[in-house]
């Protein structure tokens, strides 16, 4: 069975940039990658996605590794409205299924 | 602009029961895609619906099913309901025919069901 996998937690401290791994190595070529984040009693909220290159947005950044086996979300400067459970999630190129990751939760020290 | 609404919030229903639960997706968006959510399984993808169509299903039992009014308004029933039900089922809309794959997935607060 295809699996996504993430560390269950990670510390960070305020102001410091955080990287958060995310293993997806049976991922098929059309499959994008994506990262949500969920705060307590919300829903998940959308971080970045990309598919081959690298990519920048306002909240983030997303590395993919060159075999795309793996992928790094880039939190630069971390504040502790970041603290959440966040997914890195496959979706079906072909499909649209996604296939979510087990998350990690990300806590930060002010 | 309003977001994802979901009703009810919060139920409680008893094994062998059925509930229906329902999402408006924020408007003029055409996709919406249910998901459950439970500490052993973590999320999971339920199905998708563009147009009136479902487009993708997940792995579940049949006793999991949904539909898309047109007005993009969307349901999902669970029959014969078993304690493994209980979860937090999430809807989601986006506004392209892509869907989620090259988009954002605009998420609601969800529904919490529990069955006893």
């Known amino acids: 069975d295809a699996k996504t996998t993430q560390p269950n937690s990670m510390e960070s401290n305020e102001e410091e940039p955080v990287h958060l791994p995310c293993n997806h190595s049976t991922i098929s070529g059309t499959d994008y990658i994506h990262w949500y984040r969920q705060l307590p009693s919300q829903g998940p909220e959308y971080v970045i996605h990309?598919?081959?290159s690298n990519v920048n947005n306002r909240m983030a950044s997303l590395a993919i590794a060159e075999d795309r086996k793996s992928s790094t979300l880039i939190l630069h400067r971390a504040t502790l409205r970041d603290a959440a459970v966040y997914y890195c999630?496959?979706?079906?190129?072909?499909?649209?299924?996604?296939?979510f990751g087990t998350g990690t939760l990300l806590a930060v020290q002010p | 602009k309003a977001g994802v609404t979901q009703t009810p919030r919060y139920l409680i229903k008893t094994r062998g029961q059925q509930v229906t639960l329902s999402c408006s997706p924020i408007s003029g968006h055409r996709s919406v895609s249910w998901y459950q959510q439970t500490p052993g399984q973590g999320l999971q993808f339920l199905f998708e619906?563009?147009?009136?169509?479902?487009?993708n299903k997940g792995n579940f039992p049949g006793r999991f099913s949904g539909r898309q009014f047109s007005n993009s308004r969307s349901e999902m029933n669970v029959s014969t309901l078993e304690l493994g039900d209980s979860a937090l089922y999430l809807c989601?809309?986006?506004?392209?025919?892509?869907?989620?794959?090259?988009?954002?997935?605009?998420f609601g607060e969800g529904s919490r069901l529990t069955v006893l």
């Open positions: 999630i496959r979706v079906g190129g072909a499909t649209n299924k996604l296939i």
């Open positions: 990309g598919l081959t």
């Open positions: 989601a809309s986006s506004p392209l025919q892509q869907g989620a794959r090259t988009g954002e997935l605009f």
């Open positions: 619906y563009f147009s009136e169509t479902q487009r």
